[in-house]
Nanobody, 118 residues
Framework: QVQLAESGGGLVQTGGSLRLSCTAS????????LGWFRQVRGKEREFVAA??????DYSDSVKGRFTISRHPTQNTITLQMNNLTPEDTAVYYC?????????????WGQGTQVTVAS
């Protein structure tokens, strides 16, 4: 059974930092891109960042503030989020897809809430 287990969400003040983690299990993920989407209630889910073994990608809204990394031998990714603003408030979902992480992914995590207070 494939699982994407997220952790690390919470409440932070504007300008603060949070670190999200996601561990994938249940199948080999060596050729899979792993990454993050986020969703605000009432809006569509949007791409945040993704990493494969050869490439990383960020949305323009987080570029320069967020850093995605992948453990070299484990199916674990982290998202370091710095200089957070209230506009970053959302439920963050870990996702996985063979090759390139595009919608729809093959697998979703359950989501973790990030709230940035002004």
């Amino acid at each position: 059974q494939v699982q994407l287990a997220e952790s690390g969400g919470g409440l932070v003040q504007t300008g603060g930092s949070l670190r999200l983690s996601c561990t994938a299990s249940g199948r080999p993920f060596g050729s899979y891109a792993l990454g993050w989407f986020r969703q605000v209630r009432g809006k569509e889910r949007e791409f945040v960042a993704a990493t494969s073994w050869s490439n990383t990608d960020y949305s323009d809204s987080v570029k320069g503030r967020f850093t995605i990394s992948r453990h070299p031998t484990q199916n674990t990714i982290t998202l370091q989020m710095n200089n957070l603003t209230p506009e970053d408030t959302a439920v963050y979902y870990c996702a996985a897809k063979y090759g390139v992480l595009s919608l729809p992914p093959e697998y979703w995590g359950q989501g973790t809430q990030v709230t940035v207070a002004s």
